[in-house]
Structures are given as structure tokens and as C-alpha cells.
């Protein structure tokens, strides 16, 4: 475990690390101090001037080293400096120093600082990923078919976006912070003066931030390459700062500063072990280049407070009531270095009265509602989800609701907001950003699965995207697999007027793979199934949860055998199939869900059916499950699905089939063939192990019992069958990594492995 979190660190240095956001789709705390105070009208603050340094004093600025989780221990020395009276005039920091720089420079105290870091869940804001009850419907299903986070666009070709992570949250989190700020003219009219650095990637130059929006400032700042996307304003490109000028020094001079107090993030010597790998030297190149930027800052600095992090790693941000403790014992092996700055408690208190003074709290209330970069039907369609905020005050939960239903469309990298001035009055400001690389989007997944070492499934399945081709809000969706199975599918959708829920989805399609037939637990024949089609759908969209669909289509569906002796088994029909599809996607995760309900119903007529038999057939199908939290990393789930052919006999291979991973797992897939059949399972998973949030998330162990019965099914079906399994899911870049084994009733036992959707 130590070496997988220096290994962790050591990936966010090689990127110019240190960095936070926050779930863009979940409920996000206001800022620690209430935003009540509001008005209808909009009056320009009183520029209050900084506090007049005392008689004497030399002006004290302090800088904040870039260090992503270990900049944590910044809030510590903080809190003792506060506790010992010692002022600061100004404050410049980069990356994490920066983050934590602008909320002390904004007014908030060290306690509200930490608060605000408890409040924060960095694992999912790290991952970048909008949440998944956020998505679109349509969205959820691409998720669900590709259950991964990488992401492709087809607009300049097939192009990846500019980082793992857009940083929409982090907009979200320092917009919501920072709204009292709305007016800024520059940065010295903070409570403390402050400055940030980031990388302007054009240049290659250092880039001081002391004006203009102060979110952006720290979004700019803490921009790690590769994971975060870059700031783009007009031309500029604006990335970390920690390439540049990781320990500001000569900035906190600029403003003024005569006595510089620099906080410092002692990692330590490198871990034996660290540099074993090329990630790892890289790594180690990269921390010497900015350790290199730190030396003259190191020594013009009047006092070095140097806090020993060497124990954790980049990424603890859950540690934080470990780290910030770290910076107060170091704060105080300084602390004859630093009381000689103190004030006495008639001087501090003077100086955190007009500190106070200039700490913004009103935020007017918004009389109109303005987006900015969209034009036309997009504009007024993103316009119509926010004049419910107009004449009222702002409340940034329930704005951020609207923001995280606008990003589930995917059209979105980022999306900000502020109060503007227009001719006196007060308004909301909206500023989508769309993604630079689609629409089109493209969607790749690769899936293995075996649960024998000679039988081994592999497929790779793309789905590509294009938006408002026939109009506003349709899509023409593309699918494509090769391996197994194989195929490809393509569908309009269509609303049949603009924002209408109802729609028209024509299709066509074209679907084949590998049946097996089992006698018992013995494969004896093997089968080419084709499912070939034309239709139409019509359905209605209910919400972002909710889909119920009713079709035609004309199908042209044969079992063709493959491998073993001619049994009669194999039939060629053509039937008109009607079709009634019921989905609910109510899941708060596409891998490893912890809460919610998932339920999906189908039933399928067939006006003909296999072997020359008379009329048609009927069947139903459905899955049913729940996911319960017991608490941060315990859930437990129950699962009910089954199928009917309402007491139509002799369909062969086109009856209904069970068996395989987590669907009675200790059988093979599609061992269970008749024509009705039930499975209940109940199971248990609990989180193990967190991994690098950047390109994972955790390891998952669990366990489970299944029990179903198989009606209509070969004289050798076994009457009960059951199985207890146990398993190990890892949440990945890639996808869900699972693998298990299941024990089960006579004498059936199979271990299985696999990438792609678990639940």
C-alpha cells in the first residue's frame, strides 16, 4: 500500500499535480459562511482599501507551494499563524497553494477552509465523470452498453478531449464559492491581496493572475496536464503552474510583500522502489524540474515553514485531518521565527476587523437570465431551464441541479455561472462551453468474458452519435461489434415535435453469434444464430429514468448448426414481431452501483414460429434490481428476473436461456434452455480498496446466492438449480474488471473472468 500511494504521487508530480474538484451532478454545500444577504439591486462596492500595515511593520506576504493532497498542510500553517497573531498582507500560491491561497485571501478562516475540504468527495470528483443519475437517458444507455470512461469525438476526426477530466466541477465548486466575488476588479480587493501562477502552454511562461474572474484564476492554476483539460481564454492556454513557478516567491515580492513566510511540502528522498518503472523516472525527471523552479524561492524566503508530508501521498485527500496537523507542527518548530512577526491582541484584533471589512456577502438577486456563447434554439433551450431562477434569490444547490441535467446531455464540457451587471440591474449569467471535439461522438468498448478456459468470448463495439441531423433533439445512433457477437445497428431518433416527449426510432439491423446447446452440464452441438431486421418504434421518453417503447419489425431469424451431429435442431423463419420495451435506469453507478432500482421489461409476439409449426408465439422477460448502501463502502443487492413463453412448447433455441456470471454463475452460459425459468439472488460487496482516482476507482469483493428453476428444458435440466459465488470487481479506466468463483448443486463448479458490465 505505501508504494501504490508514493506511486500515486508520484503520477500527479509527473503531470504538474495538485488539484480539486467536486461532483458537478451531486448537492454541493454553499460556501461555509450562509450566502443570505441578497438584493434586487445592483450597487458597486466601496473599493476598501487594505489594512493599514501598523507603524513599523514590514508587509508580510505568504506563499503556498503547489502539492496537490499534501497542500493540505497549507490550512495548517494557517491556523497556527492565526492563532499566534501573525498578519498577512498578501498571499500567492500555485496549484493546491493557490486553491487554498484564494479561499484564505477571500475571507474564509482556516476552520471554514477545512470544513470545506471535509465536505468535499475527491475520489468521485477526481474521476471527473459526470455522474451517472445525471445523464440523459439516452446518455445512461451509452454508459450501460460502454461501461467506460473514455471518451472520442468525431467532429475534427477521431480526437480524444484535451484531459481525463474537464474540470466542469471544479468551475462549479469555485463559481458557487466565489459568487459574492461577482464584480472583482482586480485581486488586491480580496480581503488579503492575492495572486495565483499557472503555465500559459503557448509560451511556456509563467502567467500571473491578478484580475478577472477569480474562479478562473483557480481553475487555471491547479490544471493538471493529461487530466484536467486546459483553461482556454480567447488564444491563451492556461495549465498548472507548477512547471513555471511551483513556490512563487518572486510574486508575493511584486506585490509588495517585505517579509516573505514560504510554506513548504517536504516529500522527502525518493522511495527505493519509485523508480522502477518509466512512469516513475518520468516522474522523478518531472519533480526535479519543479524542485529546480523552488531553489531561489527557498532562498529568498525570510522563513521556510517546511511540513513533512513524506508520508502521504498526492491523492490522500481523505487524509486531510491527518495532513493539516502536519503543517501546524511545523509552523511551530518555526515559531521563533515567525511570533517575531506577531501583532499584540489589540493590533490583531484591529487588523481581522478591517480584513473582515473587505469580505464580500451580498449577492443580488437576479431580475433576468443571459447565456453567452450559444446561439438560436440551443440558446433558448439552455435560456428556458434557468428563468426559474429569475426574482429570486440565488440558490447555487438547485442552479447546479440545472447545470448537471444540461452536462447529462454530453454536449457540454464545462458550464459556469455568475452575476452580471446589465444597465443596473442584476442578472444570472450562464456560460456553456461546448466540447471542441463533437458532437459527433464516438463510444468504444472492448468485452471479454469466459467462464471456461475454451470458451472464450471477445468483442470490440464501437457506437457513433450524430446529433440534429433531422431536426432538434434527434439523434442518429451507430453501432457496430465484431467478435462475439457480431453485427451492427442503426437508429433514428426522433421526437415528433421539438421538446416532445413522444418519438418515432426507425431501425435496421443485423446481429449474429455462437449458440451453444447443452445436454446437461455437456455441450453437444453449437449453432450460428442470425437476428436480422427492419422497424419502427414508437415511444415516449417520461424522464432521464424512464423509457417505455412499442414497435414492428420484420425479422429474419435461423439457428444454423455449426458443430455436431444434425439433430433437427436447426430452423429459418421470417415472423412480423410486435414489441412492448419497459426500462427504468435508476442506478447511481454504470460499474458498481451503490443505490437505486433498475427494471427492464420486454414482450415480443412472433407471428411465426420455429420448425413449420402452426401460429405464433408469445414471451415475456424481465429483471428487476435494487442496490441498498449500509454504509461508505458496504451494499448489498437483490436481484429477480424471468421469462415466459406462455406455454408455447418446442421452440428449440429460440426459447429462453440462463446460466453464466452472476445469472447462476457455477453454470455455462446459455447451459439452461426451456421455456420459462426464474433466478433470485441476493449478495453482499463491500469497497477493499481505493485506488488512483484519476484512472480508477476501487477494488469491490463480494458474494452471492442464486437460486432459479428452468421450465420446458431437456429431460437432464436439474430442478433447483443454485450456486454460492464469490467475486472481485475492479472499477477501471477501461471498464469494469471482474472476475469470481461459484460452487454449485451437482457437482457444478466454474470460475469466470470478464470485462465489461457487471450488474
Not at 464584480?183 to 511562461?205: K, M, S, W, Y
Not at 525518493?270 to 523516472?281: E, Q
Not at 464580500?360 to 431551464?385: A, C, M, N, T, Y
Not at 414492428?552 to 430452423?571: A, K, L, N, R
Request: proline share 6%; hydrophobic share 40%.
Amino acid at each position: 500500500m505505501p508504494g501504490f500511494l508514493h506511486h500515486s504521487r508520484v503520477f500527479l508530480i509527473a503531470i504538474l499535480a495538485g488539484s480539486i474538484a467536486v461532483d458537478s451532478g451531486a448537492q454541493q454545500p454553499a460556501p461555509s459562511e450562509p450566502q443570505t444577504e441578497q438584493t434586487t439591486t445592483v450597487a458597486s462596492p466601496e473599493r476598501v482599501p487594505p489594512p493599514p500595515t501598523a507603524i513599523g511593520r514590514k508587509k508580510i506576504g505568504l506563499v503556498l507551494e503547489g502539492g496537490g493532497a499534501l497542500g493540505l498542510a497549507h490550512i495548517g500553517v494557517i491556523r497556527w499563524m492565526e492563532q499566534h497573531h501573525i498578519p498577512v498582507d498578501y498571499v500567492a500560491g500555485t496549484s493546491m497553494g493557490g486553491l487554498v491561497g484564494g479561499l484564505y485571501a477571500s475571507g474564509m478562516s482556516p476552520d471554514e477552509i477545512d470544513q470545506f475540504v471535509e465536505r468535499v468527495d475527491w475520489d468521485r470528483v477526481l474521476s471527473g465523470q459526470v455522474p451517472f443519475s445525471a445523464l440523459s437517458y439516452r446518455r445512461k444507455e451509452d454508459k450501460l452498453a460502454f461501461p467506460n470512461r473514455m471518451e472520442f469525438g468525431l467532429k475534427k476526426g477521431l480526437s480524444l478531449p484535451g484531459g481525463l477530466n474537464s474540470g466542469a466541477a471544479v468551475n462549479l465548486l469555485f463559481d458557487s464559492t466565489m459568487l459574492p466575488y461577482w464584480d472583482l476588479h482586480t485581486f488586491d480587493d480580496l480581503p488579503i491581496p492575492f495572486r495565483c501562477v499557472a503555465t500559459e502552454l503557448n509560451t511556456g511562461q509563467a502567467h500571473v493572475f491578478e484580475d478577472g474572474p477569480l474562479p478562473r484564476a483557480l481553475r487555471s492554476t491547479m490544471s493538471i496536464p493529461g487530466v484536467f483539460s486546459p483553461v482556454r481564454v480567447g488564444n491563451d492556454l492556461y495549465s498548472d503552474g507548477a512547471a513555471v513557478d511551483n513556490l512563487p516567491v518572486d510574486v508575493a515580492k511584486s506585490m509588495g510583500a517585505q517579509v516573505i513566510i514560504s510554506s513548504y511540502l517536504n516529500t522527502g528522498p525518493p522511495a527505493a522502489n519509485s523508480m522502477s518503472s518509466p512512469i516513475g523516472i518520468a516522474g522523478r525527471n518531472v519533480s526535479i524540474m519543479v524542485a529546480a523552479n523552488e531553489v531561489n524561492s527557498l532562498k529568498n524566503s525570510d522563513v521556510v515553514v517546511s511540513s513533512d508530508v513524506s508520508k502521504f501521498g498526492a491523492l490522500e485527500f481523505s487524509k486531510s485531518n491527518d495532513i493539516i496537523p502536519v503543517g501546524e507542527k511545523a509552523a511551530d518548530l518555526q515559531a521563533a521565527a515567525l511570533e517575531k512577526y506577531a501583532l499584540n491582541d489589540h493590533d490583531w484584533a484591529v487588523y481581522l476587523a478591517q480584513r473582515q471589512a473587505r469580505r464580500r456577502k451580498l449577492i443580488p438577486i437576479p431580475q433576468f437570465v443571459e447565456v453567452s456563447g450559444l446561439h438560436g434554439s440551443q440558446q433558448k433551450d439552455v435560456d428556458s431551464k434557468f428563468e426559474k431562477y429569475v426574482g429570486k434569490p440565488v440558490d447555487t444547490v438547485q442552479i447546479e441541479k440545472s447545470i448537471a441535467d444540461l452536462q447529462g446531455t454530453w454536449l457540454y464540457s464545462t458550464i459556469n455561472y455568475n452575476i452580471v451587471d446589465r444597465k443596473g440591474k442584476p442578472g444570472l449569467l450562464i456560460r456553456p462551453l461546448t466540447k471542441d471535439y463533437g458532437p459527433p461522438f464516438m463510444n468504444f468498448g472492448l468485452t471479454i468474458l469466459t467462464n471456461d478456459s475454451n470458451d472464450v468470448q471477445l468483442g470490440v463495439g464501437f457506437r457513433a452519435t450524430f446529433f440534429n441531423l433531422v431536426g432538434p433533439g434527434s439523434e442518429v445512433r451507430l453501432d457496430g461489434n465484431v467478435g462475439q457477437p457480431a453485427g451492427g445497428r442503426a437508429e433514428l431518433f426522433k421526437p415528433l415535435w421539438p421538446g416532445a416527449h413522444l418519438f418515432a426510432a426507425p431501425h435496421i439491423y443485423a446481429a449474429h453469434q455462437t449458440t451453444p446447446y447443452f445436454q446437461g452440464s455437456s455441450q453437444l452441438d453449437e449453432f450460428k444464430e442470425r437476428r436480422n431486421g427492419i422497424g419502427l418504434d414508437l415511444g415516449y421518453l417520461f424522464n432521464s429514468r424512464t423509457e417505455l417503447r412499442v414497435g414492428e419489425d420484420v425479422q429474419w431469424f435461423s439457428e444454423t448448426q455449426t458443430i455436431g451431429t444434425p439433430s433437427g435442431s436447426e430452423f429459418s423463419i421470417v415472423p412480423y414481431v410486435t414489441k412492448v420495451r419497459f426500462q427504468y435506469l435508476g442506478q447511481d453507478d454504470m460499474m458498481v452501483p451503490t443505490k437505486g432500482t433498475v427494471m427492464l421489461t420486454t414482450y415480443n409476439y412472433y407471428t411465426a414460429r420455429p420448425f413449420n409449426q402452426p401460429g405464433g408465439y408469445s414471451q415475456l422477460t424481465g429483471k428487476m434490481e435494487h442496490f441498498f448502501k449500509l454504509d461508505a463502502k458496504a451494499n448489498v443487492f437483490a436481484t429477480l428476473q424471468g421469462g415466459t413463453s406462455f406455454n408455447t412448447g418446442n421452440l428449440g433455441l429460440a426459447g429462453l436461456a440462463a446460466g453464466g456470471p452472476l445469472q447462476l454463475s457455477a453454470y455455462a452460459k446459455n447451459e439452461l434452455l426451456g421455456t420459462d425459468y426464474f433466478i433470485a439472488q441476493g449478495g453482499y460487496y463491500r469497497k477493499m480498496l481505493q485506488l488512483n482516482p484519476v484512472i480508477a476507482d476501487g477494488v469491490y469483493l463480494g458474494a452471492s446466492y442464486e437460486i432459479g428453476k428452468m421450465f420446458g428444458g431437456n429431460a437432464e435440466t436439474p430442478s433447483l438449480p443454485n450456486d454460492v459465488t464469490g467475486f472481485v470487481v475492479v472499477k477501471t479506466l477501461l471498464g469494469p474488471v471482474f472476475a469470481g468463483v461459484s460452487i454449485g448443486d451437482s457437482d457444478h463448479r466454474k470460475w469466470y473472468f470478464g470485462l465489461g458490465r457487471v450488474f
